[in-house]
C-alpha cells in the first residue's frame, strides 16, 4: 500500500511540475517601435450591419502587418467585433468614440 501511495505521489509530482511555464517557449507579445505592444488579433471577415453607437465603449485598430486593415470595436458587454475602416458608419463610430 505505501509503495502504491508513493509511486501515485511521484507521479502527481511530475505532472505538476511538467505542467509549469517553460519561460524558453512563453509567447511574447510583439511591440512597436515604440515599446507599445500590438493588437494580437487581425480581422478576416468584417461584421456586415451598423453598430449602435449605445453598445460601443471603445475600438482599436488591427496592427499593419495584417493582411487586411480592420478596426476592432469593444462593446459594453466586453465583446469584439471587427469592422471595415473604408464604411461610412464605422468611420462615424470612430469620431464618435474618439475623445474630443
Not at 501515485?8 to 510583439?30: D, H, Y
Not at 449605445?54 to 471587427?82: A, H
Amino acid at each position: 500500500m505505501k509503495a502504491v501511495l508513493t509511486f501515485l505521489l511521484l507521479v502527481v509530482s511530475v505532472a505538476l511540475a511538467a505542467g509549469g511555464p517553460n519561460p524558453a517557449t512563453e509567447l511574447t507579445q510583439p511591440k512597436d517601435q515604440y515599446g507599445e505592444p500590438w493588437p494580437l488579433y487581425c480581422c478576416f471577415d468584417f461584421t456586415h450591419r451598423a453598430l449602435p453607437l449605445k453598445i460601443l465603449k471603445s475600438f482599436y485598430y488591427t496592427n499593419s502587418n495584417c493582411s487586411k486593415p480592420g478596426v476592432i470595436f469593444i462593446t459594453k458587454q466586453d465583446k469584439e467585433i471587427c469592422a471595415d475602416p473604408s464604411e461610412k458608419w464605422v468611420q462615424d463610430r470612430i469620431r464618435d468614440l474618439s475623445p474630443p
